[in-house]
């Protein structure tokens, strides 16, 4: 299976990542989850790397409800792989997809579970504008690129743009509840396979996760539901 050391390098999704090596020889980007310093043409530093690769997913099941039938999850929020997903959204470092789309990918080798489809859980319009890119979406691109070209990536849902506020701004559970309710809407004419798998890459409340399969539920048997980071 693919190390942590083959995948930290700046030759994901990042434009012309030659020139940013070259770049990096002489202005050096710090490590996003330390700030120390890295070697020419690579992410984390050396010590930060070696903390993840060890990092094994967490061998427990969440509880599912309703057509979600297994939740499985990497590990929790006080783990250097919160910090790596920080990092990707929040500096943000579009590049660190592709650390993000192994862990992934080991969840689902660790659970054997056959997951021959998945759908991102729609990020947030005005994140993606202001990221440049969808989070989760970059993720399962990666993921078919560099771990698993038999998958299919479904996207059958749209979030609308209206003016509730991102989660992580709230903190109460009714509050986050109300917030993302109508917020999703199948695309017309949608048929979708019987088990589709949905990614998220961090669960708080699961609000947005029960308010998306609320509008799955009609289309499909089961959901199987895989996340990084599962808050307390
Ligand atoms: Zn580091």
């Known amino acids: 299976m693919d190390t942590l050391t083959s995948i930290n390098t700046r030759k994901g999704p990042e434009e012309r990542p030659l020139l940013k090596a070259f770049l990096d020889l002489f202005f050096p980007n710090p490590c996003p989850l330390c700030n120390e310093r890295t070697s020419a043409g690579r992410y984390l530093c050396p010590s930060c790397e070696k903390a993840l690769d060890e990092l094994l997913p967490a061998p427990v099941l969440g509880k599912g409800s309703g057509k979600v039938a297994r939740l499985h999850y990497y590990s929790v929020e006080d783990s250097p792989l919160y910090e790596l997903i920080k990092a990707y959204k929040y500096l943000p470092r579009k590049g660190l997809a592709d650390h993000l789309a192994l862990f992934l990918y080991r969840l689902i080798v660790f659970w054997r579970v056959s997951v021959p489809f998945i759908i991102p859980l729609p990020a947030h319009p005005a994140s993606i504008r202001a990221r440049g890119f969808s989070n989760t979406r970059l ?35 009714a509050k986050r509840k109300d917030n993302v309710r109508g917020v999703f809407r199948v695309k017309k004419g949608t048929i979708l396979p019987e088990r589709v798998a949905l990614f998220d890459d961090v669960y708080t409340t699961g609000a947005t996760v029960a308010e998306y399969c609320r509008v799955l539920a009609p289309l499909v048997k089961e959901i199987d539901l895989f996340l990084l980071i599962r808050r307390k």
């Open 139 to 173: 993720i399962l691109d990666r993921l078919k690129v560099r771990f698993m070209p038999e998958i299919t990536i479904l996207d059958p849902v749209v979030r609308r743009e209206w003016s509730y506020r991102p989660q992580a701004s709230l903190i109460d559970e």
